[in-house]
């Protein structure tokens, strides 16, 4: 009844339906131009992560603020007049550049051996390279010897150099960010009341709001420090490198991706229908009804907030897949019923072909809600989001397909179809004679399948390499790679160790009887936490054991903290120790710039903490973070003797790694919530279990082909790869229910297995061969990508999509004639 109002609906009133979808798609185009893309760290990040709530706290207690770094090699000796010269022109330009607070050079850092000189000396006058008696080869020796310096500002051979340019402190960033996790902390708490849901919602809006426009901030920023670097870049090496410039060009790329490729899917799709159907109608009405959808879905998402980042970046493809889906059935079932009553109207042929298709179509995006569900239950807002992003796109696919395709049809006169292409395709005979004839073979090669796919299951990991997002013959991989092994690495790991309260006093005999020091030992029986004495030879040992435990791993490239400015004491005083006294004297009387290098970032007397930081080598091909980081908080403990509750590790390796392995078990998890819900959609739409059940079988296996080939081939499952599952799960789904239907269908005329085989595969497998063939070739295209999550990601679409149409059909007909679930009809022998 509702399915022949909506058919009389749509063919009586399809100029009025034009006219409305077509205005819906102006509106809601008009606010896709606000659809704004963001990379950056904080879209990555668990909201509700003790460790980044304890980050942030870290972050607020040290100098810790956000960086450039320039990897420059120049042509000319490193301490030449020419270099010299160059890094000072280059540093002032930089300086000029709005947003940037200081830049760090090896011309400005403190030289404490060049020559050795006393600590009260050091504090008096810190001698630098620009200083311009300095001593040029003592110079060269300490910064390539020196633990301060040694492949961290200046690489081991002493040809390459850091150039650290220091982002002004956004305060204001920083207040609308603890204001709105003010309201997410007390949410966790309790329930929100009236009001403060309202304030909840306002700061929200404002942080966005800022966010959006300092990224665009942000973006202006690392152009002109580019445009900077470029006229030296035509002579020398200069490589830009730093967390803020990997998001900024990961936006860049997902941007560009999305323009060229999303153009390039439609170019080489528009072929493919064109080979396939040879009229423009099939060609034209796919493509506008994709357009449509896509147009829409993005208006609604942008009016809603939501954000493209990295992960959710490839709804578009994924939408575009879901879209022609539908319309090339609606279009291969037309030219059936064409064929079949050629003598109907226009109207009646509409109608058949939606009485046909509409109910497996609804179906089909009941059960993509099944998989993208899956997407929604973990704690990751842009997986959370892609979810979303696909439950709504999938929405307006089916409201899109069946305005649109009906309407304009209407409006078209009816047209033989052409079916040049039909008659040279074969490929839908030879798997229906496969079926019947080599069932045996058919399960030979699935149990190997099953084998292969539980071998590669075994080898999954789970990972996220930046320097792996990007091609090696790319700008940001060289830069990266020109870092990981001339300067220290790039990714930052943070301990950060507390110390217990220690009130002993420190025996007064150690107290050095120099004059200068005399002053300090009438306050000596104070407490030994207090700022000026903090700095006690166990405090001191322990930083050092711990120190030196971090740069055992060959992942770690660089490690610093106070036990680096040991080092230099122990080789400043000819293997005697800082004593406390000597630390004391730079804590208080060093001035603040040279603090904010050697002492600031990595002690805070205030809380009794240290913090060390760690780079880790991202290009290491052995580096699995999770083992890692495990290993570390392990150790520290059981190695280096510290207390456990003493010890945190903080920082963006740590959050990211967090993301990834809530990823995976929200991922392990709900694969099994999502299987459940859509067995139980087979079971409503075919009143069968073991109907539900042999469909089930048959989705599972793109999925283990998948989660196969990546373990085999050493392809890490990370927050790009790891969706692939549900995508995988959507495709065959479509399949699936297309393929059943109509097997079903066509079973209720004669109850003859092998005949309904034949007849379903002569039918419905024409649109899955299509749709398949069109998105396949389409997608192809991405593995041209420079950006290898795209890349990947339209890879294993391919492979899902070969799969899945292999699987749907000939293992799915092979099971259903085997086990006959739909019964066997009386006096049927088949």
């Given at each position: 009844?509702i399915?022949?109002?909506?058919i009389?609906?749509?063919?009586?009133?399809a100029k009025?339906?034009?006219?409305f979808?077509?205005?819906?798609?102006?509106?809601?185009?008009y606010y896709?131009?606000y659809?704004?893309?963001?990379?950056?760290?904080?879209t990555l990040?668990l909201e509700?992560?003790?460790?980044?709530?304890?980050?942030?706290?870290?972050?607020?207690?040290?100098?810790s603020p956000?960086y450039l770094?320039?990897?420059?090699?120049?042509?000319?000796?490193?301490?030449?007049d020419?270099?010299?010269?160059?890094i000072?022109?280059?540093?002032?330009?930089?300086?000029?550049?709005?947003?940037?607070?200081?830049?760090?050079?090896?011309?400005?850092?403190?030289?404490?051996?060049?020559?050795?000189?006393?600590?009260t000396?050091?504090?008096?006058?810190?001698?630098t390279?620009?200083?311009?008696d300095?001593?040029?080869?003592?110079?060269?020796?300490?910064l390539t010897?020196?633990?301060?310096?040694?492949?961290?500002?200046v690489s081991?051979?002493?040809k390459?150099?850091a150039?650290?340019?220091?982002?002004?402190?956004d305060?204001?960033?920083?207040?609308l960010?603890?204001?709105r996790?003010t309201f997410i902390e007390?949410k966790?708490?309790?329930?929100?009341?009236?009001?403060?849901?309202k304030?909840f919602?306002?700061?929200?809006?404002e942080?966005?709001a800022?966010n959006d426009?300092?990224?665009d901030t942000?973006?202006?920023?690392?152009e002109?420090?580019r445009?900077?670097?470029?006229?030296y870049?035509?002579?020398?090496?200069?490589?830009?490198?730093?967390v803020?410039m990997?998001?900024d060009?990961?936006?860049?790329?997902?941007?560009?991706?999305i323009a060229?490729?999303?153009?390039?899917?439609?170019v080489?799709?528009?072929?493919m229908l064109?080979i396939?159907?040879r009229?423009?109608?099939?060609v034209v009405?796919p493509?506008?009804?994709?357009?449509?959808?896509l147009?829409i879905?993005t208006?609604?998402?942008?009016?809603l907030?939501?954000?493209?980042?990295?992960?959710?970046s490839?709804y578009v493809?994924?939408?575009?897949?879901?879209?022609?889906?539908?319309?090339?059935?609606?279009?291969?079932?037309?030219?059936e019923e064409y064929l079949?009553?050629?003598?109907?109207?226009?109207?009646e042929l509409?109608?058949?072909?939606?009485?046909?298709?509409?109910i497996?179509?609804i179906?089909?995006?009941l059960t993509?809600?099944?998989g993208?569900?899956?997407?929604m239950?973990?704690d990751?807002?842009?997986?959370?989001d892609?979810?979303?992003?696909?439950?709504?796109?999938?929405s307006i696919?089916?409201?899109?397909a069946y305005?649109?395709?009906?309407?304009v049809?209407?409006?078209?006169?009816?047209k033989d179809?052409v079916?040049v292409f039909d008659?040279a395709?074969?490929?839908?005979?030879v798997?229906?004679y496969?079926?019947?004839?080599?069932?045996?073979?058919?399960i030979a090669v699935?149990?190997?399948?099953?084998?292969?796919?539980?071998?590669?299951?075994?080898q999954?990991f789970?990972e996220?390499?930046?320097?792996n997002y990007?091609?090696?013959n790319t700008?940001i991989?060289k830069?990266?790679?020109?870092i990981?092994n001339n300067?220290?690495?790039?990714?930052?790991?943070?301990i950060?160790?507390?110390f217990?309260e220690d009130?002993?006093?420190?025996n007064?005999s150690?107290?050095?009887?120099d004059?200068?020091l005399?002053?300090?030992?009438?306050?000596?029986e104070?407490?030994?936490?207090?700022?000026k004495?903090?700095f006690?030879p166990?405090?001191?040992?322990?930083?050092?054991r711990?120190?030196?435990?971090?740069?055992?791993?060959?992942?770690?490239?660089n490690?610093s903290?106070?036990?680096t400015?040991?080092?230099?004491g122990?080789i400043v005083?000819?293997g005697?120790d800082?004593?406390?006294?000597?630390?004391?004297?730079l804590y208080?009387?060093l001035?603040?710039?040279?603090?904010k290098?050697l002492?600031?970032?990595?002690?805070?007397?205030?809380?009794?903490?240290a913090?060390?930081?760690?780079?880790?080598?991202?290009?290491?091909?052995?580096?699995?973070?999770?083992?890692?980081?495990?290993?570390?908080?392990?150790?520290?403990?059981?190695k280096?003797?510290?207390e456990?509750?003493n010890?945190?590790?903080?920082?963006?390796m740590?959050l990211?790694?967090?993301?990834l392995?809530?990823?995976f078990?929200?991922?392990?998890?709900t694969?099994?919530?999502?299987?459940?819900?859509?067995?139980?959609?087979?079971?409503?739409?075919f009143?069968?279990?073991k109907i539900?059940?042999?469909a089930?079988t048959?989705?599972?296996v793109?999925?283990?082909?998948?989660f196969?080939?990546?373990?085999a081939?050493g392809?890490?499952?990370?927050?790009?790869?790891?969706?692939?599952?549900?995508?995988?799960?959507?495709?065959t789904?479509?399949?699936t229910?297309h393929?059943?239907?109509r097997?079903r269908e066509?079973?209720?005329?004669?109850?003859?297995y092998?005949?309904?085989m034949?007849?379903?595969h002569?039918?419905?497998?024409?649109?899955?061969?299509?749709?398949?063939?069109?998105?396949?070739?389409?997608?192809?295209?991405l593995?041209?990508?420079?950006?290898?999550?795209t890349?990947i990601?339209g890879?294993?679409t391919v492979?899902?999509?070969?799969?899945a149409?292999?699987s749907?059909l000939?293992?799915?007909?092979?099971?259903?004639v085997?086990?006959k679930?739909?019964?066997?009809k009386?006096?049927?022998?088949?």
């Amino acid at each position: 009844m509702i399915l022949q109002k909506y058919i009389d609906f749509v063919t009586d009133y399809a100029k009025a339906i034009i006219v409305f979808v077509a205005l819906a798609t102006g509106i809601w185009g008009y606010y896709a131009q606000y659809l704004s893309i963001d990379a950056s760290a904080e879209t990555l990040l668990l909201e509700n992560d003790a460790d980044l709530k304890l980050t942030r706290e870290v972050h607020a207690r040290y100098i810790s603020p956000d960086y450039l770094l320039v990897a420059y090699t120049p042509d000319a000796a490193m301490l030449s007049d020419t270099t010299i010269k160059t890094i000072q022109t280059l540093k002032q330009s930089l300086l000029q550049i709005e947003g940037v607070e200081s830049v760090t050079t090896l011309l400005d850092v403190p030289l404490l051996e060049s020559p050795p000189i006393a600590i009260t000396e050091v504090v008096k006058n810190v001698r630098t390279l620009s200083t311009p008696d300095t001593n040029k080869t003592l110079a060269q020796k300490e910064l390539t010897s020196s633990p301060l310096y040694a492949n961290n500002l200046v690489s081991s051979d002493f040809k390459t150099t850091a150039i650290l340019i220091n982002l002004k402190e956004d305060s204001t960033y920083t207040q609308l960010l603890q204001k709105r996790n003010t309201f997410i902390e007390l949410k966790e708490t309790r329930e929100l009341s009236a009001d403060e849901k309202k304030q909840f919602l306002t700061a929200k809006m404002e942080f966005k709001a800022y966010n959006d426009a300092n990224r665009d901030t942000m973006h202006q920023l690392i152009e002109k420090v580019r445009a900077t670097l470029k006229p030296y870049q035509e002579k020398e090496e200069l490589f830009l490198g730093g967390v803020m410039m990997i998001s900024d060009d990961m936006i860049g790329f997902v941007k560009n991706d999305i323009a060229i490729y999303g153009t390039a899917i439609l170019v080489i799709m528009v072929l493919m229908l064109w080979i396939i159907f040879r009229q423009i109608r099939f060609v034209v009405l796919p493509i506008l009804v994709s357009l449509s959808a896509l147009i829409i879905t993005t208006g609604i998402n942008a009016l809603l907030g939501i954000e493209i980042t990295v992960v959710s970046s490839n709804y578009v493809a994924m939408q575009l897949i879901t879209t022609l889906s539908l319309v090339i059935h609606l279009i291969v079932s037309y030219r059936e019923e064409y064929l079949l009553f050629p003598h109907y109207t226009q109207k009646e042929l509409i109608a058949i072909t939606l009485k046909r298709m509409s109910i497996p179509s609804i179906f089909i995006i009941l059960t993509s809600y099944a998989g993208f569900i899956s997407l929604m239950t973990c704690d990751i807002l842009p997986i959370i989001d892609l979810g979303m992003m696909m439950n709504i796109g999938v929405s307006i696919s089916l409201a899109t397909a069946y305005l649109l395709f009906p309407t304009v049809m209407m409006l078209l006169a009816k047209k033989d179809p052409v079916l040049v292409f039909d008659k040279a395709f074969t490929l839908n005979t030879v798997f229906a004679y496969a079926v019947e004839h080599h069932g045996k073979k058919i399960i030979a090669v699935v149990v190997l399948i099953i084998a292969f796919s539980l071998y590669g299951v075994t080898q999954l990991f789970v990972e996220n390499s930046f320097i792996n997002y990007f091609k090696q013959n790319t700008e940001i991989y060289k830069g990266m790679q020109k870092i990981d092994n001339n300067l220290g690495g790039t990714t930052p790991l943070e301990i950060v160790i507390t110390f217990p309260e220690d009130k002993t006093e420190v025996n007064a005999s150690n107290v050095q009887s120099d004059d200068l020091l005399d002053s300090f030992e009438d306050e000596f029986e104070q407490n030994t936490n207090d700022a000026k004495y903090w700095f006690t030879p166990e405090k001191m040992q322990t930083i050092e054991r711990v120190h030196d435990y971090l740069d055992s791993f060959p992942q770690v490239g660089n490690v610093s903290s106070l036990a680096t400015l040991s080092k230099v004491g122990r080789i400043v005083k000819e293997g005697k120790d800082f004593d406390n006294f000597e630390y004391a004297l730079l804590y208080s009387e060093l001035s603040l710039e040279y603090r904010k290098i050697l002492l600031l970032p990595y002690v805070n007397t205030e809380h009794n903490e240290a913090r060390f930081v760690v780079r880790i080598v991202d290009s290491d091909k052995n580096l699995r973070r999770d083992a890692l980081l495990a290993q570390i908080k392990e150790e520290l403990v059981s190695k280096v003797g510290l207390e456990p509750q003493n010890v945190k590790l903080v920082g963006m390796m740590v959050l990211y790694n967090n993301m990834l392995q809530s990823l995976f078990d929200s991922q392990i998890a709900t694969l099994g919530l999502a299987l459940l819900l859509l067995g139980s959609m087979f079971l409503f739409l075919f009143r069968s279990f073991k109907i539900a059940l042999l469909a089930m079988t048959v989705n599972m296996v793109p999925i283990s082909v998948i989660f196969g080939i990546m373990g085999a081939t050493g392809i890490p499952l990370d927050m790009m790869s790891i969706t692939i599952a549900s995508i995988a799960l959507g495709i065959t789904v479509d399949n699936t229910i297309h393929y059943l239907y109509r097997f079903r269908e066509e079973l209720a005329h004669d109850g003859d297995y092998i005949a309904s085989m034949h007849r379903a595969h002569g039918t419905i497998a024409f649109g899955m061969f299509y749709y398949s063939l069109a998105t396949i070739v389409g997608f192809l295209v991405l593995v041209t990508s420079n950006f290898i999550p795209t890349l990947i990601f339209g890879l294993l679409t391919v492979i899902v999509l070969l799969v899945a149409i292999v699987s749907d059909l000939i293992f799915s007909p092979l099971l259903v004639v085997v086990f006959k679930p739909f019964g066997i009809k009386k006096g049927s022998s088949h």
